[in-house]
């Protein structure tokens, strides 16, 4: 059994009411997570709930045989959230993208039995699945109108906003992927905002150097979401 409420890096969790904590902590079970590690694959029952507490974790489509990422979970949320709405599974696959770290783990079912014995603790899970809706709904409207250089920016910060520091541990070829964009069309963004100062990068690494650069670089595409998140539910971790 977790001791506190504080003992947690999760937002979500760290916020809640103390009643849904003491309701919820004696069923979560911190375990350890590496790149790659499945969250749910697609189609499939998912059979545990992970409130992350770092890393990055990846919401993927596969559309005529690529993989694009549409949506982006850190230590701010938890992972198939689709299951509040009462399906236990989804057209999807999520899976850790950037770091090492650890999350809370419960059963998909101990939650739902949880969710429908408290209000208040389904009412503030509700709140993060909406800003999901909305995160997804701006990456589409990114990919669809915004240029490349744009969009790299905007995910950068999006990854800057859930990891604990300044570097990121990427490939050309994994942005490649989540952009859904050639990979030589990456490494000519990244020597764009290298050359503006906002990024450093090498292989398998980029690291931030002047995230108002970036922002500037993002412009509009980037901020709703996170905007919509402090204001429904607190500081974005």
């Known amino acids: 059994m977790l001791p506190d ?21 004696p069923h979560l079970q911190r375990i350890e997570l590496s790149r790659g590690f499945e969250f749910f ?8 709930v992970y409130f992350l507490e770092g890393g990055v974790a990846s919401i993927v489509c596969e559309c ?8 982006l979970v850190g230590r701010e949320g938890f992972t198939a959230s689709f ?36 209000a208040s603790l389904r009412a503030r899970l509700l709140l993060f699945n909406h800003v999901l809706s909305v995160q997804c709904a701006r990456t589409a409207a990114a990919n669809a ?40 069309g990456v490494t000519v963004t990244l020597h764009l905002l290298e050359g ?23 412009g509009e595409i980037y901020g709703v979401p996170e905007a919509e998140y402090r204001r429904l539910l607190g500081p974005l971790a």
């Open 41 to 48: 694959a697609a189609d499939t029952p998912v059979e545990h």
């Open 83 to 118: 299951m509040l709405m009462g399906t236990d599974r989804s057209p999807d696959k999520s899976f850790v993208q950037i770091d090492d770290s650890t999350a809370l783990r419960i059963g998909a079912d101990r939650l739902a039995e949880m969710v429908a014995e408290s």
């Open 5 to 25: 409420q504080s003992f947690t890096r999760n937002a979500i969790l760290s916020s809640l009411l103390p009643a849904d904590w003491t309701l919820l902590q």
């Open 145 to 184: 109108s915004a240029e490349i250089p744009q969009r790299l920016a905007r995910w950068l910060l999006m990854c800057h906003d859930r990891v604990g520091g300044d570097v990121l541990n990427l490939t050309h070829e994994f942005m490649s992927m989540m952009l859904a964009v050639r990979r030589a």
């Open 64 to 71: 005529g045989g690529e993989e694009v990422e549409v949506g």
């Open 196 to 218: 503006v100062g906002a990024i450093s990068a090498r292989r398998g690494e980029v690291t931030i150097r002047n995230r108002g650069k970036l922002e500037d670089m993002a």
